[in-house]
């Protein structure tokens, strides 16, 4: 896609879109609820497979229920992306309800930077740019480069328009490097599937063999950095809520792979209690052991 093309798109339907009062917007999501499930469904047979193998339980009609509220939560998830081009923070803050922040500010305090791990549950973007308006810490979150440039340019400044400042899946460990003698918070998505599998770690996720990213508890273990799992939750359309469990105190202390096993049971607990939220949507479980 050219630039042109590309900046047409931006300017002409996506910054429009994301101007559009929140009840408009979701009309919006609704209709393209309606495309994306009933006229041109977008991986629904992978939704339908992934929930049958992480819930077989569950009768056919539950399943079916399931699939077809992620998908009414999935178009929400869509445009509340495109809402961040142009929300102000006391928008995105009346939002995104806050718990035990004193989580970050006591280590903050103890001169400590911070691992935070989450998962692709209810909204991981509204939480990640508000990041900066509770931590006394700086924010940093990993990035992955799109291959539009003109995109990859707008979605970066977006995600870091209120400080987040963005470190590239290339260059982690440079970034740790250079900001460790700040105080930082890092970000880390820990539920994607591993591009190579050998180094990842394998666990019982959802009922099934599961590879799991390792980044988040390499660098803990690195820098023995204190690690909390930001839990994001739904509380009704367009609002969630955002708090903190510890994972691990002192990293350097635990047994090998704790990190990774405790993070991923702590977003497994969420994904039960309401599995609509979760994004169904990822080939999660596309490697073998």
Not at 194 to 213: A, N, R, V, Y
Request: one cysteine or more; proline letters at 4%.
């Amino acid at each position: 896609m050219s630039t042109i093309i590309s900046a047409l798109l931006y300017y002409l339907i996506l910054i429009p879109i994301s101007l559009l009062p929140f009840p408009v917007m979701y009309l919006f999501s609704d209709l393209f609820f309606v495309i994306l499930y009933y006229i041109f469904p977008y991986r629904k047979k992978l939704v339908v497979s992934n929930l049958k193998r992480s819930f077989p339980q569950k009768s056919d009609k539950e399943i079916a229920q399931i699939t077809k509220e992620f998908y009414k939560h999935f178009c929400d998830i869509v445009f509340e992306t495109l809402k961040v081009f142009t929300a102000s923070q006391q928008t995105l803050k009346s939002r995104v309800t806050l718990e035990n922040t004193e989580t970050l500010r006591n280590y903050y305090k103890q001169g400590k930077s911070v691992i935070v791990v989450t998962g692709h549950f209810a909204n991981w973007e509204w939480p990640a740019v508000t990041l900066p308006f509770h931590s006394d810490h700086k924010g940093s979150g990993i990035y992955s480069t799109l291959s539009n440039k003109f995109f990859d340019k707008k979605l970066r400044s977006t995600r870091a328009r209120f400080g987040t400042q963005l470190m590239s899946t290339r260059k982690v460990h440079e970034f740790f490097e250079e900001t460790k003698n700040e105080l930082f918070t890092y970000g880390f998505i820990n539920d994607q599937s591993p591009s190579k599998p050998e180094k990842g770690h394998w666990m019982t996720f959802l009922g099934q063999d599961t590879c799991m990213l390792l980044g988040a508890e390499k660098y803990a273990l690195l820098y023995n950095y204190p690690v909390v799992y930001g839990k994001i939750t739904k509380t009704k359309r367009g609002h969630y809520n955002l708090s903190y469990e510890l994972v691990s105190d002192n990293p350097s202390a635990e047994k090998p792979f704790f990190i990774t096993e405790r993070s991923a049971q702590i977003n497994e607990k969420l994904i039960t209690a309401q599995p609509q939220f979760w994004l169904w949507t990822h080939r999660r479980w596309k490697h073998k052991r």
